[in-house]
T-cell receptor, first 110, second 112 residues
Framework: EDKVVQSPLSLVVHEGDTVTLNCSYE??????LLWYKQEKKAPTFLFML????IEKKSGRLSSILDKKELFSILNITATQTGDSAIYLC??????????FGTGTRLKVLA | EAQVTQNPRYLITVTGKKLTVTCSQN?????MSWYRQDPGLGLRQIYY???????DKGDVPEGYKVSRKEKRNFPLILESPSPNQTSLYFC???????????FGSGTRLTVV
């Protein structure tokens, strides 16, 4: 059964810190791994990763996938209070299901 | 504006009274899904649709029905709601089954 596990469950940091969020997975027929940010409403899409070792970057956020070790990381540098949110990792596979991990709750203190 | 529109935003209903949550997207997306989000359990997929007239069960389909008669609409039907279906529901769409979703604003459903 396809599975996504995120760690840590929650994290509290101070503004300016760098954080690394982890997503490990088990899948029968990998298609893509995706990251989302959820504030007090619906999740918003951040990145889609399909190939190992290729970094996706958007401003202070970046992400990379390791298909051999079956994990991805999401890095946020120079964190700001606006980065406080739940970060969700999702997996798509040959079953056409689209499954999410339970998320990492990040709180950035001023 | 590209969007997924869900209605209603909030709904309180009684056990056993049939209800429908509507979902419509204006992006010509083929893949649409329904999720429920519960504390500690995250987003769980209820049903998904690959295209018109093509639907399949997600991980928690019991007690729900869907239909996809038109590409833009994907309603979620609860024939006989029960209190354990109290949850936050999201509809989402994507151009394909492996791409980034656009989510609706969510429907907070309470069944008493």
């Amino acid at each position: 059964e396809d599975k996504v596990v995120q760690s840590p469950l929650s994290l509290v940091v101070h503004e300016g810190d760098t954080v690394t969020l982890n997503c490990s997975y088990e899948v029968t027929n990998f298609r893509s791994l995706l990251w989302y940010k959820q504030e007090k409403k619906a999740p918003t899409f951040l990145f889609m990763l399909t190939s190992s070792g290729i970094e996706k970057k958007s401003g202070r956020l970046s992400s990379i996938l390791d298909k051999k070790e079956l994990f991805s990381i999401l890095n946020i540098t120079a964190t700001q209070t606006g980065d406080s949110a739940i970060y969700l990792c999702a997996l798509t596979s040959g079953t056409y299901k689209y499954i999410f991990g339970t998320g990492t709750r990040l709180k950035v203190l001023a | 504006e590209a969007q997924v529109t869900q209605n209603p935003r909030y709904l309180i209903t009684v056990t056993g009274k049939k209800l429908t949550v509507t979902c419509s997207q204006n992006m010509n997306h083929e893949y649409m899904s329904w999720y429920r989000q519960d504390p500690g359990l995250g987003l769980r997929q209820i049903y998904y649709s690959m295209n018109v007239e093509v639907t399949d069960k997600g991980d928690v389909p019991e007690g729900y029905k869907v239909s996809r008669k038109e590409k833009r609409n994907f309603p979620l039907i609860l024939e006989s709601p029960s209190p354990n279906q109290t949850s936050l529901y999201f509809c989402a769409s994507s151009s394909d089954s492996s791409g980034g979703y656009t989510f609706g604003s969510g429907t907070r459903l309470t069944v008493v």
